[in-house]
């Protein structure tokens, strides 16, 4: 069993529970940087004007899919120190428990200053930025709630991501990722696509 761990993928900060293996947690790294570079090539092209659906739709290429409501997992109530307005809407979105591990995972990116100075820039540089909370599903897959906020990016200064900020826009939603599928078809394909990229977007954080 893993212990928890968290990483910067790009301008997305991504927790992983205990229980995913470290190969299903380089699976949804990769996923999510290709999704991100796809994604930040549309927009600088100024071929996309709606990220989070352009972003969500090269996920869905990937291996994601939305969940049906029946399969949300709501929280019995919430958890009454969460204070940050991210965590709430993932906790409400999906359950405390991925509130909890991405609540673990803000906490360290605050202290370590290369990732989190990665993060703000790619932030910057597109005035988004995504929080990944992921937790293990059946049958090998993983869910993740996909939260994105856009923001001015005079906004995005120094520690933002810990101080009250002007959201223009907020979506959220939990996603399931088949990780086997991502393995079998493109993950050759797609580490290949990103050996020049991947160490400086990849920033692993321990929990």
Avoid at 159 to 166: D, E, M, V
Wanted: charged fraction near 25%; hydrophobic fraction near 45%; aromatic fraction near 10%.
């Amino acid at each position: 069993m893993s212990t928890p761990q968290a990483a910067v993928v790009g301008a997305g900060l991504m927790s992983f529970s205990s229980g995913l293996t470290p190969q299903q947690q380089a699976s949804v790294k990769l996923a999510a940087l290709i999704a991100e570079r796809d994604t930040r090539d549309a927009l600088d092209k100024d071929l996309i004007q709606d990220w989070y659906s352009y972003y969500k739709r090269k996920l869905m290429f990937y291996g994601w899919d939305a969940l049906p409501a029946s399969e949300v997992h709501w929280p019995g109530q919430e958890r009454p120190d969460i204070v940050d307005g991210a965590l709430r809407t993932i906790a409400a979105i999906a359950g405390s428990e991925y509130a909890t591990s991405m609540g673990l995972a803000m906490d360290r990116l605050r202290f370590a200053r290369a990732a989190l100075a990665h993060f703000e820039q790619r932030t910057k540089d597109t005035g988004v930025f995504q929080l990944l909370p992921c937790l293990p599903a059946r049958n090998g897959c993983i869910d993740m709630v996909l939260y994105q906020e856009s923001l001015a990016r005079v906004e995005v200064t120094a520690g933002f991501l810990y101080r009250q900020r002007q959201r223009l826009t907020v979506k959220a939603e939990l996603v399931r990722f088949n990780t086997r599928l991502f393995d079998q078809e493109f993950r050759q394909r797609v580490e290949a696509n990103l050996q020049a990229v991947a160490l400086r977007e990849i920033h692993d954080l321990v929990l």
